[in-house]
């Protein structure tokens, strides 16, 4: 017998970013932070999981993303799956009648439906995924939050992506870790309206990785403390009441201030962090000309550790924001027909601020809020 489940993924990208760890081996953060899950019909990460008394036992557990032989020797991921088997050993031990899937190689499958290419962080989907493809396999009783606390060993930004909707990144206290997982702050039902427009940046070169370059910040930043004692725990604040309200305008202004200070603690790393480049701050500029034409927020943007922006915006607003983009950046990849139907180009951006767009931006994702991880037949 081969012993199959499988479960799709989404993408999250955070408005109250975590960045910096306090415990590097547990993974645990030195803040809290709050993601917008996005849709899969978009993003996602499609995994499968299996299992046989008849898969080799000299080949081990194994992995193959999108199509190609991955390491599973890393300690993250090696957490995981023992994390996962414990939990299923303690089921078999306490009803025998189990089938013994603890014992048994695993093999799993997983694919994205966008491309690596576009570097999108796709690690919050993987992991996400990965966790919750055994979990299912095992039959875990485990509820979201407890399987979160998994994948949060695997990368952190992952613990938010087992929820839909609006999810919290609850830092936790403990030093062991137990209380450092996501919850869902509100369903993605609760405020569907909420939209995200991706401008895919081609960067030159890879930068640093949000591991190695979050130990960098807390080891050198001066400003870091201040971030992690003060602006973080307020923005959690304004944010959670913000999204509570569904209040565009502070959810807007509380996203755009912390993707700020967030990229404020790279620059005081020593030597300094750069993640955003010309295109992104371009994006910036075009984002706040949009605000100040409609006379109202409308847009908001943030980064994450690299150069692509993310523009969050309401359904309502999609003439001022995506008609804006839409005119200057003209027809890239990633364009939704359906979207642009009927959209007018209300206003214009600054010469050299269009130019850059036009030059840099290679790729868009037009996107929303949407659900979490879905079990699914498709292997
Ligand atoms: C800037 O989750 O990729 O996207 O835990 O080391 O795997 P590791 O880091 P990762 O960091 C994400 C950083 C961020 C902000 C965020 O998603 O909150």
């Not at 390491?71 to 957490?79: C, E, F, I, L």
């Not at 370059?213 to 050198?220: S, W």
């Not at 767009?357 to 659900?371: A, D, F, M, P, Q």
């Amino acid at each position: 017998t081969v012993y199959r489940a499988s479960t799709t993924a989404p993408v999250n990208i955070a408005v109250v970013k975590y960045w910096g760890k306090r415990d590097a081996k547990l993974n645990l953060p030195t803040n809290s932070s709050l993601s917008v899950t996005l849709s899969q019909a978009d993003l996602r990460t499609l995994t499968t999981a299996s299992c046989s008394a008849r898969y080799p036992a000299s080949e081990g557990d194994s992995l193959l993303l999108n199509g190609e032989p991955s390491d599973v020797s890393g300690a993250r991921t090696q957490a995981c799956f023992r994390e996962l088997r414990s939990r299923r050993a303690a089921l078999e031990a306490a009803d025998p009648s189990l089938p013994k899937l603890s014992t048994m190689p695993l093999r799993i499958v997983s694919e994205n439906n966008f491309p690596t290419a576009a570097g999108l962080a796709s690690s919050a989907a993987g992991f996400a995924a990965f966790v919750r493809a055994i979990a299912n396999l095992y039959e875990l009783p485990a509820s979201p939050s407890e399987l979160s606390l998994i994948a949060r060993q695997g990368s952190g930004s992952a613990c938010r992506s087992l929820f839909g909707g609006y999810v919290a990144w609850r830092m936790g206290d403990k030093a062991d870790g137990s209380d450092s997982m996501a919850d869902q702050v509100a369903e993605a039902s609760h405020w569907p309206e909420m939209r995200a427009l991706i401008l895919v940046v081609s960067a030159a070169k890879k930068g640093v990785s949000s591991t190695s370059g979050m130990q960098q910040t807390v080891a050198t930043s001066g400003l870091f403390q201040e971030r992690i004692t003060k602006v973080v725990p307020k923005n959690m604040e304004l944010m959670e009441k913000a999204i509570a309200e569904k209040d565009f305008p502070a959810f807007a202004e509380v996203t755009m201030r912390d993707s700020n200070s967030f990229h404020a603690t790279c620059a005081d790393t020593y030597p300094p962090i750069f993640y955003m480049n010309d295109v992104s701050k371009a994006a910036i500029r075009a984002v706040e000309t949009i605000n100040a034409n409609v006379g109202r927020t409308v847009a908001a943007y943030t980064f994450d550790a690299g150069p692509n922006a993310v523009i969050y915006y309401l359904e309502k607003d999609t003439e001022a924001v995506v008609g804006t983009f839409y005119h200057v950046i003209g027809d890239t990849d990633g364009w939704k027909k359906d979207v642009l139907k009927g959209l007018k180009p209300t206003m214009s951006l600054d010469e050299g601020v269009a130019g850059i767009l036009k030059n840099g931006v290679s790729r868009v994702i037009l996107t929303g809020v949407g659900e979490g991880p879905i079990k699914t037949d498709e292997f």
